[in-house]
């Protein structure tokens, strides 16, 4: 698959150092992989490298922070939500989309 990726790019003027952002396009293999990143790197060990991967950990912790902060911004409602959820008044699948989540990321704030 074809896509375009930018670089920075460090040039020389007039004596001093400068950088500019360089785009280009790059062939990349469809292996099936859960990112465009491990598609690039092609490790032939995957999924098991992704354990020892530095941008797979930071992919990770970032979304991380976003559910959080993201549960720490709608609190009160996930709260007023999920009473509903349990007394049967509202089910699941409605209240998500109420405070920008999925199912699985409501379902995990209600156990919170």
Not at 17 to 31: A, G, R, S, V
Not at 80 to 91: E, T
Request: with cysteine; hydrophobic share 35%; charged share 40%.
């Amino acid at each position: 698959m074809k896509v375009t990726s930018h670089m920075i790019v460090p040039v020389k003027k007039n004596g001093k150092w400068t950088t500019y952002i360089k785009e280009f396009e790059e062939d990349i293999p469809d292996l099936g992989r859960h990112c465009l990143m491990c598609n690039s790197c092609g490790e032939p060990s995957y999924p098991k490298c992704m354990e020892d991967c530095g941008v797979e950990r930071e992919r990770v912790e970032r979304e991380q922070k976003k559910a959080q902060e993201k549960i720490a911004k709608h609190k009160v409602e996930i709260d007023i939500l999920a009473g509903l959820v349990r007394d049967g008044l509202l089910k699941v699948e409605d209240a998500a989309p109420r405070v920008e989540m999925t199912v699985e990321e409501f379902e995990a704030a209600m156990k919170d």
